[in-house]
């Protein structure tokens, strides 16, 4: 029997949580079907952007992603302390980026309200928006009822696009984080769409080689003259590396980046019989080749 998820979040126990969602019957909804001969890579981008909104409205920190053709990977950190810190008009300010206020509340956050009773109603309702900013089930809900509407749109049609609810899965330790982790960024070499993990594209160590990349390289100004710039799309806000010393940053990931990149591929090296991709042998350690000390 289905349990409620309710029963099965604890973030005080475990903050930490895999999360998987499938394409109706696993179909390739969100890459080249090969049946149809259509292309729906460009999707993959819809919920990149999807969660780049998320991560300003939820305290959800994400720590990785990989989104494939007919199903996604998330490792995504509860944070419930940080939504309890905030005040009343910075959680009805978040929310508002995805939902419309009623007007009370907009009515309470004016001081326009006079009764007691008016001005409970609307405190309660913001204090529900607080509770659902940590909650995974309204977070899964907003990511996976856009894109499927935007799909259907699309497609012209309707019914789902997701088979199911979302799987999620407790993370109990460090260990378990990093292995997971892994495990999602390997998506792409695993299924033996790369040679190497920094090839991979729509994951989550991909970003964060970029974004390491453009923090070394000295900024570049941009060229006034240049009118046919286009804007750059948005990518997920992901939750740093605190380091091996990571008691100064609890709220980090308690590893370094250099150590992770050598965890992915040392772990991508290792053949396994029910994956089809895994790193060449003769393939430079990951620094080497990325030129990192």
Not at 16 to 41: I, P, Q
Not at 56 to 71: D, G, K, P, Q, R
Request: with cysteine; aromatic share 8%.
């Amino acid at each position: 029997m289905t349990r409620p998820r309710s029963e099965l979040v604890s973030p005080a126990d475990t903050p930490y949580y895999h999360c998987v969602c499938r394409c109706v019957r696993r179909a390739f909804l969100c890459g080249e079907d090969r049946f149809t001969n259509t292309d729906y890579s460009h999707r993959k981008q819809w919920v990149l952007e999807r969660l780049a909104l998320l991560g300003e409205v939820f305290t959800i920190e994400l720590c990785a992603y990989a989104v494939m053709s007919n199903h996604y990977h998330l490792v995504v950190h509860l944070n419930p302390k940080r939504a309890e810190s905030l005040s009343d008009t910075e959680v009805a300010e978040r929310w508002a980026k995805l939902f419309t206020w009623p007007i009370m509340v907009g009515r309470y956050l004016a001081g326009k309200l006079t009764t007691d009773a008016e001005k409970q109603v609307a405190i309660d309702i913001i204090q529900q928006w607080r509770e659902r900013l940590s909650d995974i089930s309204w977070y899964m809900r907003c990511l996976n009822e856009h894109i499927a509407r935007k799909a259907n749109e699309e497609d012209k049609c309707k019914g789902r696009f997701w088979e199911g609810r979302f799987k999620s899965q407790a993370i109990l330790d460090e260990a378990g984080l990093l292995a997971c982790m892994t495990y999602v960024d390997l998506n792409p070499l695993r299924a033996g769409i790369v040679d190497t993990p920094e090839h991979s594209a729509d994951v989550s160590i991909n970003q964060r080689l970029k974004q390491y990349q453009q923090s070394t390289e000295k900024p570049t100004p941009p060229d006034p003259t240049d009118k046919n710039g286009s804007e750059t799309a948005k990518t997920p806000l992901l939750q740093d590396f605190s380091g091996n010393h990571h008691q100064d940053k609890p709220e980090g990931i308690p590893f370094s980046f250099a150590d992770y990149l050598e965890l992915v591929d040392w772990t991508g090296r290792a053949q396994r019989k029910d994956k089809r991709g895994s790193i060449p042998k003769d393939t430079p350690p990951i620094l080497e080749r990325l030129g990192l000390d």
